[in-house]
Structures are given as C-alpha cells and as structure tokens.
C-alpha cells in the first residue's frame, strides 16, 4: 500500500481512551489504562506483554465479550460501534459476526465431526432452524472444506473432533473462523498449549490467512520470537498501559527487558543466547525458526 494512502484507509479496529477496572476484595485494580489504537486493514498485530498485562483483557474488549470502564471511549470495528463509554452496542451481533475469535484452548465441540465444528462457522448467516437441525446446503458444505484445505486439515472432515491433537484442533479452530467469513481474527495465545512445530504451522497459517486474504490478525502472544517473527506490528502492554506501538523491526533486547521485567528469560527458550546488544530471539532448536533480520547476528 502506498504510503499517500496509508492515510485515507480507516482504520479496522479503532480503541480510543479505554480504561478497564476491576474490584477484587474491595480493592479496585486498573488492568487497562487509557489504551488507544487504530489497526488498518490487513495488518497482523502481535500483543505481548507479561502475564497480567492486559492481553487476554484487551481482546475481549474488541469483541465486545467485555466493557470497559463508564468513561468517555470507545471501541469500534469494522466502522461499527462495538462498545462506546462502558456500553456494549445493541447490533454487536452483527459486528461479532465478523470477528473470529481464537482461544488458547482450542474450544472445539469434541464430540462433532471436524467439518460439523466448521459448519458451525456459518451459525451466524444461516436460519436458526437449520443450524438445530444440523441441515447444511452442498455448498456450505463445500465451503467447509475449502476451509479446511486452508488448514491442511480436509482429510479430516469426518473425524471425530476429539480425536485430534492440539495443533490440529487450532486448525480447525482456524478454518472455523474462515467458513465464518470473519475479516478480524482475534487470537488470544493460539500457540500457547502447542509444541514448537505445531506452534509454527499455526502462527504460519495465521499469516498466510492475513496475507492472502488481507484479514486483519490481532494476536496475543507469549513467546516474543514468534511475534516478531510473524507479526509486522507489535503492541506492548505493560501493566495495562501501551509501551510499544510500531514496527517489529523496531524493537530491541532493552525493551524487552522493559516491557517485562524480570520475567523478560522466560519470554524465550534460551535466556543464553540474549545480550543486550545483539539478537533478541533465538532459532527455536528444530522449528527452523529465524530470529527477523532487523534483530541482528544470531548467537550460535
Ligand atoms: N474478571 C476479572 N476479575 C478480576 N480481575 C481480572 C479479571 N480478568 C482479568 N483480571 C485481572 O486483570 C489483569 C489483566 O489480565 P489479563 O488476563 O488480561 O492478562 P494477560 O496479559 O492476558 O495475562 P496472561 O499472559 O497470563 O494471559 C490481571 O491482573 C488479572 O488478574
Ligand atoms: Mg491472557
């Protein structure tokens, strides 16, 4: 895209000032802090950020699966109201229609078959009737198994959903939000109960599902080296507060240590190979993983 017309394009999803309080044991406690941000078509977004920062918070507000605080903000996506001052919009069924929403737990009906757990993708367009009565025309069925081909997972169909491992339920998990026809996809730790592999093939069918399809991919993210790996942009909560909106390439080892801390080892699988001038990730032993060129000499 032109960088002239960077300027004209609305943004996708668009948070302005949203604060986010919860009570626990009559202690009020701020986990989202006057956070704002436009993401533009097509972007893929990673979100990072140490456990409790926010994340899984922030994702549930672009959905509309939580409000924030009674103050002047808002939340729109896809040029739709989805909250606006602590308010969910009364049409965010609509909206939600096209958003795909990827938990960590897969969240899969285990004892359907994979392509009835992808039909399920169209619940939002079809009659209610035939949902309940699990009546699906050719061509949706055809369409669920295109989605499956997306995932490498169309030999599959009939198998019974619970009979499949972690990475494969993602997929179908994937494919779902595909046959739902959603142009957000909202991912909150994807990866994060998957071995290495499987976590790669599903970070790499996130990107290619942005990059040809031009769907938009928020991502939330534990491991640092898969977020700058797959994700153009990052976003960095700390706290609840936004400390890092830009450019992948942009971000260094010191904020990293920033952003989380102590906690900054665990982030990756080898702290050894981290100095504070040189790469920030590591190749993942056996995934074939590369640190982004933008990162610096790997250490070996
Ligand atoms: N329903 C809730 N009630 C009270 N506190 C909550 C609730 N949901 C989240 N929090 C708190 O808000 C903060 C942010 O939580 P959130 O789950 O968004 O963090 P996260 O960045 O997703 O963490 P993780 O990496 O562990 O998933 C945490 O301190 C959490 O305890
Ligand atoms: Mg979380």
């Known amino acids: 895209m032109a960088l002239m017309e960077m300027h004209h394009v609305a943004p996708v999803i668009r948070v302005r000032n949203v604060h986010k309080s919860f009570q626990n044991s009559n202690k009020m406690f701020k986990a989202l802090t006057d956070v704002s941000l436009d993401i533009l078509p097509g972007q893929i977004v990673g979100l990072i950020g140490a456990s409790g920062s926010g994340k899984s918070t922030m994702l549930r507000h672009l959905a509309g699966l939580t409000t924030a605080d009674l103050t002047d903000n808002s939340v729109t996506v896809l040029g739709r109201n989805v909250q606006s001052a602590g308010v969910i919009d009364r049409n965010i069924r609509t909206t939600r229609a096209n958003i795909g929403f990827i938990f960590q737990q897969f969240n899969i009906v285990n004892r359907l078959s994979v392509l009835s757990n992808v039909l399920v993708g169209s619940l939002g367009r079809i009659p209610s009737w035939r949902g309940t009565a699990g009546w699906f025309t050719t061509a949706e069925r055809m369409q669920a198994l295109e989605s499956l081909a997306r995932v490498d997972m169309e030999n599959f169909a009939l198998q019974k959903a619970s009979t499949l491992s972690g990475g494969q339920q993602q997929r179908v998990a994937i494919a779902r939000a595909l046959m739902q026809g959603a142009e957000v996809i909202l991912a909150d730790e994807?990866?994060?109960?998957?071995?290495?592999?499987?976590?790669?093939?599903?970070?790499?069918?996130?990107?290619?599902?942005?990059?040809?399809?031009?769907?938009?991919?928020?991502?939330?993210?534990?491991?640092?080296?898969?977020?700058?790996?797959?994700?153009?942009?990052?976003?960095?909560?700390?706290?609840?507060?936004?400390?890092?909106?830009g450019s992948s390439a942009a971000i260094t080892s010191e904020m990293l240590h920033d952003i989380y801390g102590e906690k900054f080892s665990e982030t990756c699988m080898e702290e050894k190979t981290f100095t504070s001038n040189q790469s920030i990730c590591i190749p993942l032993e056996g995934t074939g993983m590369r640190a982004p060129e933008s990162a610096g000499a790997m250490v070996s």
């Open 190 to 245: 994807p990866i994060a109960s998957l071995d290495p592999i499987s976590a790669r093939n599903v970070m790499e069918i996130l990107a290619r599902i942005n990059r040809e399809d031009g769907r938009t991919v928020v991502v939330s993210l534990h491991q640092v080296d898969f977020a700058l790996r797959y994700c153009e942009r990052i976003v960095a909560l700390k706290r609840g507060v936004v400390v890092f909106d």
